[in-house]
């Protein structure tokens, strides 16, 4: 009676330490795995096929594309990318919690196809920690922070229509905070059908 | 900022340990209190005004149901027994989670005046392991232990109108999935809207 593992959807905007929160998730929870996306871009150094991307032909993505086998796509200069499902899908049927980093219309995207999917944003603890964040980065200009600055308040203006909003304050506390969440949504009535049927079976036979 | 409290309502079939698994999570978390009944019966020996129930004459509690200042009631052997909403109201307001104890009936009745409340069934691994429960008990006789178990199947068959499914195999265990749901609670941005504004506030002016 092995429940599917959930997915889970986590977005923030950039410099919110998203990446920091997953692998973290990662190093202490063996259950949990992380979505991989297709892309056409050619691989940089260091990239490993099947753990950075799935590297694809733009006709191969294309033609999945097509067939209905990528939960989401976008496309930024001249490359695709995309959300590859069966992957997915399988490490779930086996009882795998599998963590989809993506932007907020990626998002809603996968959510409308796997509406029992975990909506997460990860939020900093303000604005101008963001700001103080990016800036001592000391890798963009100050036109560039604005620029993202604007964009975090475009995806945090959509946080309402997640399920969940967790702030990175401290990493240990966001990890736990998205442990807690995996947890209880594990005792949630509309994920263990087969356990409240089970339940009502009377097995006495005495 | 701060936020109101949960209210979070316990039901369960009898014997299933629900009032060890509350004791458990009074004793173990100061921001939690347990919601007190009003009834028109007589005070036992030892009972307190305030703690046990709000003992109240009759006239009292209907006059109190007409002017709506009870979240439910119920009758029993001649005898009404109600949920007050003020005192209820008031410490969540302090920010408080306040544990209501009461039947399906009783918490759906809950549920559609106070939709932001949480329901969480209290089930046992089985009813087999129900029906030991209530014989170890030595208290009742064979006939009325199957009166039981027929009342059980009922609620547990109203478990997927709930929120969330915590089964007590281990009163530890469940006190922990109980908290664990609190603690989920909190961080849904449907009870964090004030938190959400205030993160869009841009507070630049350097």
Chains 1, 2 share one sequence.
Do not use: Q, W
Request: charged residues 30%; aromatic residues 6%; negative net charge.
């Amino acid at each position: 009676m092995k429940e599917n593992g959930l997915l889970l959807i986590l977005s923030g905007p950039s410099g919110v330490g998203k990446g920091t929160v997953v692998d973290e998730l990662i190093r202490r929870n063996e259950n949990i795995t992380v979505s991989v996306s297709m892309t056409t871009r050619a691989p940089r150094a260091g990239e490993v096929e099947g753990e950075s991307y799935y590297f694809v032909t733009r006709e191969d993505f294309l033609s999945r594309m097509a067939k209905g086998e990528l939960l989401e796509h976008s496309n930024h200069f001249e490359n695709y990318y995309g959300t590859p499902k069966a992957p997915l899908s399988k490490a779930m049927s086996s009882g795998k919690d599998v963590i989809l980093e993506i932007d907020v219309n990626g998002a809603f995207a996968v959510k409308e196809k796997m509406p029992d999917s975990v909506l997460i944003m990860i939020a900093p603890p303000s604005l101008s920690d963001l700001r103080d964040r990016l800036k001592g980065r000391n890798t963009e200009t100050a036109e560039v922070i604005e620029e993202r600055i604007g964009r975090a308040k475009f995806e945090l203006g959509k946080a309402h229509r997640y399920d969940y909003v967790v702030i990175n304050d401290d990493i240990e506390e966001a990890t736990i905070a998205v442990e807690t969440i995996i947890a209880a949504e594990r005792l949630k009535t509309s994920r263990r059908r087969a356990l409240i049927c089970n339940l009502l079976e009377d097995t006495k036979n005495d």
